[in-house]
């Protein structure tokens, strides 16, 4: 688990430039919000998504046909509630 959050952290470091670094909240973005973000953002936030419902005890490993297929079930429970928050939708898709 720790090894999967260091290379989340890593991914998300380099992902970030310093002229634009941002902090997101996730709590507080709606489905909307989610599917009218850019395609970088999108796969950030899916890739932290697999990792923070990781079980503890879990290999650290990232599947990205999981991530594909979630992101595939998110993006349709997200078309169907826009005005879902993004956490609540994740853990009635994720989970």
């Known amino acids: 688990m720790r090894f ?4 989340l952290t890593a991914i998300v470091m380099a992902a970030a430039t310093p ?19 850019s395609k970088e953002n999108v796969g950030l936030i899916l ?6 419902w990781t079980e503890e005890d879990d290999p650290p490993i990232l599947d990205f046909d999981k991530i594909q297929s ?3 079930k998110l993006a349709a429970y997200c078309a169907a509630n826009p005005t879902s928050d993004l956490i ?8």
Request: charged share 15%.
């Open 47 to 52: 890739v932290w998504l697999q990792g923070y």
């Open 19 to 37: 002229a634009s670094a941002q902090k997101l909240d996730l709590s507080t973005v709606t489905c909307k919000q989610f599917l009218e973000s």
């Open 70 to 72: 979630d992101a595939a």
């Open 4 to 7: 999967l959050l260091g290379t």
């Open 88 to 95: 609540t939708a994740a853990n009635d898709v994720l989970n």
